[in-house]
């Protein structure tokens, strides 16, 4: 909430043009306010998000999330898709006749419809009196308290330039690690210079099996062949790409599983009920989990009695339950494992299937994930097993992409390598030697780390000034529930960015959480008026 030191007139900076930033502008839009607002973007094109960026994505990637559930800004995205040019959407392999809400689509696509969509909202507010200005390729380089306003220095084409706000939120979105010297070979990250490289064809190591190492491999891959997307996808080297090996690894060794069928919008839950998470927190730090598991058993067993029995969930602790969880799949050889739940995926589609264990822990993990921040340490460090099950789940992949990481070990080409916990790796010469806890050896011409967005803290924020204003240099960047920096003279300024809230939100990337961070930001920036309240 902003104090005293905040100005009356809102005059707003919105730092960032990904989804968060849209869908802050979008929810301060429906305030029933007029307003200023600046927004700025570090990139030449803004309201496109890092993801979805032509800068870090090609046209192989795809969205793991379908038009049913991203939020609409003005528009639904199917309704966008279908207003599109049939050329356009066959460029991205999509067919115009057979558009759906459930159709996992390529994640450029989904840039276009977030560009169009700030361009639109740009206009009609200006069209309705506010007054909102774009600064692209304009890199906000710091923010400071200047009395009762806040001083925002930015790039510009020809230096450097400052304003003053009586808001500004930091919606900066994803921090890659910086790599500008990448001739090696070897990638801090798969959006720091793989999609521009020349990968040669040979052993290509990526660490991370999730959505960033799918992403790496189909990089790579698509540089050396393609996929021919039939009844059954098969990948076509090109000739002399016969030496290309990639490998995906992980502590686990573990691949997603597809995405599953499921009612949407959720169906509400039995036991873990606001009333129930409220009665839970209210018996303080203490025990907090053992609390919480409790209902998540109720939930559980009741959405899925025969999975509960089977597995013995009554008598689990939230770590033997994970045990429980992964040991299927880690008995399993992971292709085969792959091709039998792609093929049950596929199934329960057709037949509009819905596997209630699955489901129940899905709908779970957001009502859980509200308590995080309340855990002492020992709970928080127990909930870490807890937590790599609802990733999992939540985090399945388009069934397509599994399909074709089928089609590279069909051909050769894709493996999948289980490190242990007890791994290491060597960068020497060129190439990265990496030694699994077994003792096994493999080297590496090629290495990209795919281990996805780390969790950033106060020491981390690339603005200098701010960081001295907050005046300490370590933990989590101090904040209240509303995302507002947490100090009488900083408490206009909004860090609603995934990666400095995931130590007390650990499920909050995604599109959903972009716009519930934007919604939450711009309650708190202009709170509901009394007869609003009524
Ligand atoms: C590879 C990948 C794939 C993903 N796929 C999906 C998916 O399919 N579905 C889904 O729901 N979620 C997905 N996500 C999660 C993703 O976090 C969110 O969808 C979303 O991008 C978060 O939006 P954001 O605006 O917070 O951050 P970002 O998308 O990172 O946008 C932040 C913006 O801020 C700008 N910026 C940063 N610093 C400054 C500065 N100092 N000055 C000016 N501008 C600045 C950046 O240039 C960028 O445009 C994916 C994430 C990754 C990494």
């Known amino acids: 909430m902003p104090t005293e030191t905040v100005a009356a007139f809102r005059n707003l900076a919105i730092v960032g043009t990904g989804p968060t930033g849209l869908y802050t502008l979008h929810h301060l839009l429906q305030r029933g306010q007029k307003l200023t607002v600046t927004l700025f973007e570090a990139a030449p ?8 960026s032509p800068e870090t994505t090609q046209a192989s990637m795809l969205a793991n999330i379908a038009s049913i559930e991203i939020p609409p800004l003005g528009e639904t995205y199917l309704d966008w898709l279908k207003r599109q040019p049939d050329a356009m959407l066959r460029v991205y392999g999509v067919n115009a006749t057979n558009l759906h809400e459930r159709q996992f689509l390529p994640r450029l696509l989904l840039g276009g419809w977030f560009r169009d969509a700030l361009e639109r909202m740009i206009r009609d507010a200006n069209a309705q009196g506010h007054r909102i200005a774009l600064r692209e390729a304009a890199r906000v380089l710091d923010v400071e308290p200047a009395g009762a306003e806040y001083r925002v220095t930015f790039t510009t084409a020809v230096g450097t330039e400052s304003l003053l706000f009586s808001h500004v939120v930091l919606a900066t979105g994803h921090d890659w690690p910086d790599d500008p010297d990448h001739d090696d070979l070897l990638f801090v990250s798969p959006w720091s210079g793989l999609i521009e490289a020349k990968v040669p064809a040979l052993p290509v190591g990526i660490l991370g099996t999730s959505l960033s190492g799918i992403d790496a491999a189909m990089a790579v891959a698509c540089q050396h062949g393609h996929f021919d997307e039939g009844e059954t996808t098969v990948y076509h080297p090109n000739p002399g790409s016969e030496g290309l090996k990639i490998t995906l690894m992980s502590r686990n060794g573990l691949i997603p599983e597809a995405d599953f069928w499921c009612p949407l919008p959720y169906r509400p839950l039995a036991h873990v009920t606001e009333a129930a998470l409220a009665q839970a927190q209210a018996g303080g730090a203490a025990g907090l989990l053992d609390r919480l598991w409790h209902l998540f058993k109720l939930e559980l067993s009741e959405a899925d009695p025969a999975y509960a029995r089977s597995i013995g969930l009554a008598d689990l602790t939230p770590e033997a339950f994970a045990t429980a969880y992964f040991a299927p799949r880690l008995a399993a050889d992971p292709f085969v494992w792959a091709a039998e739940n792609l093929a049950e995926v596929q199934r329960n589609t057709t037949q509009r299937r819905t596997v209630e264990w699955r ?47 089928l089609a590279l070990h069909r051909a050769n080409i894709l493996t999948v390598l289980s490190l242990g916990e ?55 960047v101090p904040l209240n529930t509303s995302f507002a920096l947490q100090k009488p003279s900083l408490a206009g300024i909004y ?40």
């Open 45 to 52: 094109l803004a309201g496109v998000g890092s993801p979805y």
């Open 359 to 405: 489901y129940a822990i899905l709908r779970l993990h957001e009502p859980m994930e509200t308590l995080v921040a309340s855990f002492n340490d020992h709970d928080r460090s127990r909930f870490e097993a807890l937590q790599r099950v609802f990733i999992d789940n939540y985090a399945a992949v388009p069934p397509q992409s599994i399909r074709r990481l």
């Open 422 to 476: 007890d791994y290491s790796l060597t960068h020497a010469e060129g190439e990265t030697v990496v030694q699994t806890e077994t003792g096994a050896q493999q080297t590496f011409a090629v290495f990209v780390d795919a281990r996805g967005q780390r969790a950033l803290g106060l020491s981390d924020l690339p603005f200098p000034k701010l960081r001295a204003a907050l005046g300490k240099n370590d933990g989590p």
């Open 495 to 534: 860090l609603p960015a995934a990666p400095y809230l995931l130590s007390r939100l650990p499920f909050v990337q995604g599109i959903v959480s972009s716009c519930d961070l934007g919604h939450e930001v711009a309650r708190a920036i202009i709170p509901d008026a009394p007869a609003m309240l009524a």
